[in-house]
T-cell receptor, first 114, second 112 residues
Framework: QQQVKQSPQSLIVQKGGISIINCAYENTAFDYFPWYQQFPGKGPALLIAIRPDVSEKKEGRFTISFNKSAKQFSLHIMDSQPGDSATYFCAASMTGGGADGLTFGKGTHLIIQP | DTAVSQTPKYLVTQMGNDKSIKCEQNLGHDTMYWYKQDSKKFLKIMFSYNNKELIINETVPNRFSPKSPDKAHLNLHINSLELGDSAVYFC???????????FGNGTRLTVT
């Protein structure tokens, strides 16, 4: 049973465009929603995270939009660059980081074409 | 100055063997984790340790056993390896249960 559903599985965006990755969750007890970025041969690295008390969080070119009623959240990458090409994972947790462990989506392979 | 380091990076072994993967973190974190990433890149938690006590244990075979000699180390022992154990195993740590996870660069295990 997958508790966090992520789409699309792969995404190709032109340089300078907006990359959008969507996630939906089922467990209403989740209260922490991070996005991780993974490059080939490396471990996932935290990109940005949000808690359900806010609807949007922005850090540089990266924005999380959160819709609590729809149980959905998304990652927007503005002005996408070739260096953003990576696999992106959304995740959810009931205890922050956390003690229960992160439940990950299945990942989105993002390619930014020059 | 690697924060979370794993050894070895690659591990090739035959079915039935017993192997270990080592993990060390120099961040002073209290909680450490093991995650498994399968061939489709799906990440799933296996174990976590907080102050040397196992606090969660997902439904993994008991052939897998985490060992934590101290707060900075969490090793993963695997007995009687099977073909299906082939995956990338990631160690991670966090300051506490409410802080972000820091992942190592993974150990690619191949069972032949």
């Amino acid at each position: 049973q997958q508790q966090v559903k992520q789409s699309p599985q792969s995404l190709i965006v032109q340089k300078g465009g907006i990359s959008i990755i969507n996630c939906a969750y089922e467990n209403t007890a989740f209260d922490y929603f991070p996005w991780y970025q993974q490059f080939p041969g490396k471990g996932p690295a935290l990109l940005i995270a949000i808690r359900p008390d806010v609807s949007e969080k922005k850090e540089g070119r990266f924005t999380i939009s959160f819709n609590k009623s729809a149980k959905q959240f998304s990652l927007h990458i503005m002005d996408s660059q070739p260096g953003d090409s990576a696999t992106y994972f959304c995740a959810a947790s009931m205890t922050g980081g956390g003690a229960d462990g992160l439940t990950f989506g299945k990942g989105t392979h993002l390619i930014i074409q020059p | 100055d690697t924060a979370v380091s794993q050894t070895p990076k690659y591990l090739v072994t035959q079915m039935g063997n017993d192997k270990s993967i080592k993990c060390e973190q120099n961040l002073g974190h209290d909680t450490m984790y093991w995650y498994k990433q399968d061939s489709k890149k799906f990440l799933k938690i296996m174990f976590s340790y907080n102050n040397k006590e196992l606090i969660i244990n997902e439904t993994v075979p008991n052939r897998f056993s985490p060992k934590s000699p101290d707060k900075a180390h969490l090793n993963l022992h695997i007995n009687s390896l099977e073909l299906g154990d082939s995956a990338v195993y990631f160690c991670a740590s966090s300051r506490d249960s409410y802080s972000p996870l820091h992942f190592g660069n993974g150990t690619r295990l191949t069972v032949t």
